[in-house]
């Protein structure tokens, strides 16, 4: 019974998300607001970064660094689409919006919406890394753990690239990062309803903020230790003193928008 209702909510879900394959709706929007290259993927897709804003504070969003979890980069749609409309109500900022991060993974998730398994492929990029274990760390391996399902009980050992920092697509980011001088960065992953930041303050502040508007539970330091990633965009950021914020949304292919706006809309009116 157990699996039937599990195998119901994938349904569920994949309904939900069925129109929602954006990869059109992608390049329309370049067309629309006018974006920049920051590098290509291994199968020479490009990995598009819109600028919103002149605000002094540097914020960077990323969706799509696994490109199964299609919802972000739905997400990622819906935020540029309301920033460009309410350009006046984060002055503060500049914003960067990458949508897509791994746009071979994305798109091979497009083509193959495994809904009765919970949408795994398309997580890694060509090379069949996991991208948010490649990141130039100390704590870097070649294998680590992706674990998934209800709090994250299920485990699978995945590869990590051959050094920190050899795939394509996380050089084409960090370099992004240094390039302009980023200060903090919000990456969306989904369907684990959480939300965590690191060590910096301000991305304590700003994870706190975001549990309280999505209702997307809070996720401690001491928490996501137990989840023994290594090479991830978390630790890195903490070493280039950068302020994280990692959000899981509640379903792989729905964005969340809802709660998500909430969240975003509150963010963008502080004054940092
Ligand atoms: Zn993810």
């Not at 739905?74 to 990458?98: E, G």
């Not at 294998?143 to 485990?155: Q, R």
């Not at 990633?229 to 978390?234: I, N």
């Amino acid at each position: 019974m157990k699996k039937i209702l599990k195998q119901f909510g994938y349904i569920k879900r994949g309904i939900l998300g069925f129109f929602q394959n954006n990869f059109d709706k992608l390049q329309n929007l370049s067309k629309k607001f006018g974006s920049f290259e920051i590098g290509k993927s291994i199968k020479e897709k490009p990995i598009q970064c819109f600028k919103i804003g002149n605000g002094p504070c540097k914020l960077l969003c990323v969706s799509g660094i696994h490109g199964n979890e299609i919802g972000t980069v739905k997400l990622a749609h819906c935020f540029l689409n309301w920033a460009h409309n309410n350009i006046d109500q984060f002055k503060n900022y500049t914003l960067f919006v990458v949508p897509c991060l791994n746009p071979d993974g994305y798109y091979l998730a497009c083509k193959n919406p495994d809904y009765f398994n919970g949408g795994k492929i398309g997580r890694f990029n060509v090379n069949n890394v996991d991208l948010n274990r490649n990141f130039d760390t100390p704590s870097f391996t070649q294998k680590s753990i992706w674990s998934f399902g209800k709090n994250y009980k299920e485990n699978v050992e995945v590869f990590c690239g051959n050094y920190g920092n050899s795939e394509p697509e996380i050089k084409a980011l960090t370099e992004l990062i240094k390039d302009k001088k980023i200060q903090i960065v919000f990456m969306f992953h989904n369907a684990g309803n959480d939300v965590m930041g690191n060590k910096n303050k301000l991305s304590q502040r700003l994870t706190k903020i975001y549990s309280e508007k999505t209702g997307f539970k809070y996720v401690s330091d001491e928490d996501w230790k137990e989840l023994k990633q290594t090479g991830t965009a978390k630790e890195w950021c903490d070493l280039h003193d950068i302020a994280y914020v990692e959000v899981e949304g509640t379903t792989r292919w729905g964005s969340d928008w809802k709660k998500q706006k909430k969240a975003i809309k509150s963010i963008m009116s502080m004054n940092i």
